[in-house]
């Protein structure tokens, strides 16, 4: 069998056909990426490339409250910020890691209840320029393609 397209073989794996190989998908940290640079990645290869795993890109759609964002403290070494879940959080700057979150917006149902009503879907939710300039490029290179709206396990349980 010749080798497909990461399309092909996503598609076909959903559809139970045969496929030349199990789909890989990953997603690394950057301080992994740094260690396997150190390790013989070739600084500035793509890690999929080297490693032969799929192409997948992806497209988000902010399905958020849209709470506002505003930084509320930052150092050399971390800052504080507010997310458009509506949680406040610190990140690091020098290393990376989940975010250490410190306080909520949504707390109860009636603050469930105001932040689900902002969740209105709008067109200004996708990004259509970013959308326009890659889809071409991604569907004639054989990329998958995904749309991701984020809400999930993570989500419901980190940023809520």
């Not at 403290?73 to 250490?100: A, F």
């Not at 939710?125 to 993570?154: C, T």
Request: contains cysteine; charged residues 30%; hydrophobic residues 35%.
């Amino acid at each position: 069998m010749r080798e497909m397209t990461s399309h092909e073989r996503i598609r076909r794996a959903y559809e139970r056909e045969e496929l030349d190989r199990i789909p890989i998908f990953d997603v690394p940290w950057t301080t992994a990426i740094t260690r396997w640079e150190k390790e013989g990645l070739p600084a500035g290869m793509p890690f999929y490339e080297y490693f032969d795993i799929d192409r997948i890109c992806k497209i988000d759609v902010d399905n958020s409250p849209r709470f506002p964002v505003k930084i509320l403290e930052e150092t050399d070494e971390y800052v504080i910020q507010t997310h458009p879940w509506g949680c406040t959080y610190r990140m690091w700057k020098n290393k990376m890691s989940l975010p250490e979150f410190i306080s909520y917006s949504i707390v109860d149902e009636e603050s469930w209840i105001a932040a689900k009503n902002r969740m209105v879907p709008s067109d200004d939710r996708i990004p259509w320029d970013f959308l326009e300039e890659n889809y071409g490029k991604w569907k004639s290179r054989g990329y998958w393609i995904r749309a991701r709206l984020w809400f999930g396990f993570d989500v419901t349980h980190s940023y809520l």
